[in-house]
């Protein structure tokens, strides 16, 4: 529902125009509320036709339509599940008096390159046009969270919006960017620097696809939930360091439970900061993101997100640490339920230096504070559990940290 739009007048209460007075004297302000809602559902086998998840998410505000509906797929789901497209095929045949399938799935390159590809962005709006999609059709995107990112700054552009609805197939995005409401492409060497926020329509999280990602990249998407945690919930890391060999041999039992608590502290973050559209300088969220998304880039995306989110989080820890906020024992205990699941805890790009021979780590930090607008704002930590917000980094503690990681694990 929206809110009634207000209207206020700087002068004079009465509807009377008074003498001498100009359209210069009136200030008018508009004011729109508008919630935003939307399931995340956990369930397995989303296109068994004996699973009616995807069915009735679809169908839930309008029950007594047929409902038109595009999907997306990620290469890389596409070779890990290469019936995949006929499991589509056969499900929607099962509920056609409901949905219809307007054209076999679109597959799209996966991975870091969906998201500097412009040529796969105009293809995509290509598709879509072809097929007819409108403002009341689903946009159905199955992939991991490049893909996601892609193909959903794609939706939310188009017609000024799709119904989109995200089937994230890695662990970092049914436990981070896939339940949140970001979408974006990387542009002149930046990540994301091109995007929106737009909240799906639905998640549908199924578990069956993390059993054939390879171990790297589900050891890698590990690293969000172990991030949620030292900013949100001291009881959740504890019970990784307990689970860190589980995780590591990618137990079932212990991959589910770390990914839907990773979830359930992401979209309460969402919903309680105050600021889900990050309109203000803190982002909380992105503890260890300045040295990530800069390692990234460095590393001409050699590394995962995840890989480079772990990187990033020794860094900051450490930095704590030279700054006085964080306790050496609590940071022994971050770093080595890293090491133990499995993350890495140094690269040597983090080293790499311009022609003028300074770091370019350190340019990370302004790149950071531009995408996000106003003050420079890092989260550092004061323990487990609880960061703590500055507004400036010194360059010799970020060296300090640097060669202290160096040190021990390179």
Same mark, same amino acid.
């Given at each position: 529902?929206?809110?009634?739009?207000?209207?206020?007048?700087?002068?004079?209460?009465?509807?009377?125009?008074?003498?001498?007075?100009?359209?210069? *004297?009136?200030?008018?302000?508009?004011?729109?509320?508008?919630?935003?809602?939307?399931?995340?559902?956990?369930?397995?086998?989303?296109?068994?036709?004996?699973?009616?998840?995807?069915?009735?998410?679809?169908?839930?505000?309008?029950?007594?339509?047929?409902?038109?509906?595009?999907?997306?797929?990620?290469?890389?789901?596409?070779?890990?599940?290469?019936?995949?497209?006929?499991?589509?095929?056969?499900?929607?045949?099962?509920?056609?008096?409901?949905?219809?399938?307007?054209?076999?799935?679109?597959?799209?390159?996966?991975?870091?390159?969906?998201?500097?590809?412009?040529?796969?962005?105009?293809?995509?709006?290509?598709?879509?046009?072809?097929?007819?999609?409108?403002?009341?059709?689903?946009?159905?995107?199955?992939?991991?969270?490049?893909?996601? *990112?892609?193909?959903?700054?794609?939706?939310?552009?188009?017609?000024?919006?799709?119904?989109?609805?995200?089937?994230?197939?890695?662990?970092?995005?049914?436990?981070?960017?896939?339940?949140?409401?970001?979408?974006?492409?990387?542009?002149?060497?930046?990540?994301?620097?091109?995007?929106?926020?737009?909240?799906?329509?639905?998640?549908?999280?199924?578990?069956?696809?993390?059993?054939?990602?390879?171990?790297?990249?589900?050891?890698?998407?590990?690293?969000?939930?172990?991030? $949620?945690?030292?900013?949100?919930?001291?009881?959740?890391?504890?019970?990784?360091?307990?689970?860190?060999?589980?995780?590591?041999?990618?137990?079932? *039992?212990?991959? *589910?439970?770390?990914?839907?608590?990773?979830?359930?502290?992401?979209?309460?973050?969402?919903?309680?900061?105050?600021?889900?559209?990050?309109?203000?300088?803190?982002?909380?969220?992105?503890?260890?993101?300045?040295?990530?998304?800069?390692?990234?880039?460095?590393?001409?995306?050699?590394?995962?997100?995840?890989?480079?989110?772990?990187?990033?989080?020794?860094?900051?820890?450490?930095?704590?640490?030279?700054?006085?906020?964080?306790?050496? $024992?609590?940071?022994?205990?971050?770093?080595? $339920?890293?090491?133990?699941?499995?993350?890495?805890?140094?690269?040597?790009?983090?080293?790499?230096?311009?022609?003028?021979?300074?770091?370019?780590?350190?340019?990370?930090?302004?790149?950071?504070?531009?995408?996000?607008?106003?003050?420079?704002?890092?989260?550092?930590?004061?323990?487990?559990?609880?960061?703590?917000?500055?507004?400036?980094?010194?360059?010799?503690?970020?060296?300090?940290?640097?060669?202290?990681?160096?040190?021990?694990?390179?």
């Amino acid at each position: 529902m929206v809110a009634p739009i207000s209207f206020y007048r700087s002068i004079n209460a009465s509807d009377q125009e008074p003498r001498g007075s100009s359209s210069a *004297d009136r200030v008018y302000v508009q004011r729109i509320g508008v919630p935003f809602e939307y399931p995340v559902h956990f369930t397995r086998g989303a296109f068994e036709p004996s699973n009616p998840v995807l069915r009735d998410v679809i169908t839930r505000l309008e029950p007594d339509r047929r409902h038109r509906v595009f999907i997306v797929v990620d290469s890389g789901v596409a070779e890990a599940w290469p019936e995949l497209d006929q499991q589509i095929e056969h499900y929607f045949r099962c509920h056609s008096e409901k949905l219809e399938l307007l054209a076999p799935a679109e597959i799209v390159p996966g991975g870091e390159r969906a998201k500097h590809t412009p040529e796969l962005v105009d293809r995509l709006y290509g598709r879509i046009h072809d097929v007819s999609l409108d403002r009341h059709s689903f946009f159905v995107i199955v992939g991991g969270g490049a893909v996601l *990112d892609m193909a959903g700054y794609v939706a939310a552009t188009t017609h000024r919006g799709l119904r989109t609805i995200r089937i994230p197939t890695t662990v970092l995005g049914q436990n981070d960017s896939g339940i949140g409401v970001k979408n974006g492409v990387n542009a002149f060497g930046n990540k994301n620097y091109i995007g929106t926020f737009a909240p799906p329509f639905a998640v549908i999280n199924d578990g069956d696809f993390i059993s054939t990602l390879s171990d790297r990249d589900a050891i890698a998407g590990i690293a969000e939930s172990i991030k $949620v945690s030292l900013v949100r919930d001291p009881d959740f890391f504890g019970w990784l360091e307990a689970r860190a060999q589980d995780l590591a041999e990618r137990a079932p *039992d212990a991959m *589910d439970y770390m990914i839907r608590r990773g979830a359930e502290l992401h979209m309460t973050h969402i919903t309680e900061s105050g600021d889900p559209f990050e309109r203000g300088s803190a982002r909380p969220l992105d503890f260890g993101h300045w040295v990530a998304h800069k390692l990234e880039t460095i590393s001409d995306h050699r590394l995962r997100h995840g890989e480079a989110v772990a990187i990033g989080m020794a860094v900051d820890s450490r930095y704590s640490v030279e700054a006085g906020l964080l306790k050496d $024992v609590a940071l022994d205990r971050i770093c080595h $339920v890293m090491d133990r699941i499995g993350l890495p805890l140094w690269d040597d790009e983090l080293l790499s230096t311009d022609d003028a021979g300074q770091h370019m780590i350190l340019s990370g930090l302004e790149e950071f504070r531009e995408h996000l607008g106003g003050r420079l704002t890092i989260t550092l930590l004061r323990d487990i559990g609880e960061g703590v917000e500055v507004h400036r980094m010194e360059e010799s503690r970020i060296l300090n940290a640097l060669r202290w990681l160096k040190d021990r694990w390179s």
